[in-house]
Nanobody, 117 residues
Framework: QLQLVESGGGLVRPGGSLRLSCEAS????????LAWYRQATGKQREVVARITRFLDIDYADSVKGRFTISRDNVKNTLYLQMDTLRYEDTAVYYC???????????WGQGTQVTVST
């Protein structure tokens, strides 16, 4: 019903910046709460940042002050601005759109972010 496609990942040096985008199609997502997750090799998937349909926002402690989540309901796009990137930020980043709750929703295919010298 809702298709999500992430983009903007890539290779970046420590201290650098990237801006991830998640474009939705098939439906508008104005009524959905949205989130960015990430999964590093050998680790569990973890929530990075969330933004509700009412624009309430929360961040993981590890990214607070460095990452900014935002949404554009007209463009059906979710963003994650990532600044001051660290080696520990290396992961596949996934877009998620909730349906009835945070455990029920739609996933994008993921985009790789690699922080390396």
């Amino acid at each position: 019903q809702l298709q999500l496609v992430e983009s903007g990942g890539g290779l970046v040096r420590p201290g650098g910046s990237l801006r991830l985008s998640c474009e939705a199609s098939g439906n508008n997502f104005s009524g959905h709460s949205l989130a960015w997750y990430r999964q590093a090799t050998g680790k569990q998937r973890e929530v990075v940042a969330r933004i509700t349909r009412f624009l309430d926002i929360d961040y993981a402690d590890s990214v607070k002050g460095r990452f900014t989540i935002s949404r554009d309901n007209v463009k059906n796009t979710l963003y994650l601005q990532m600044d001051t990137l660290r080696y520990e930020d290396t992961a596949v980043y996934y877009c998620f759109a909730a349906r009835s709750n945070w455990l029920d929703g739609y996933w994008g295919q993921g985009t790789q972010v690699t922080v390396s010298t």
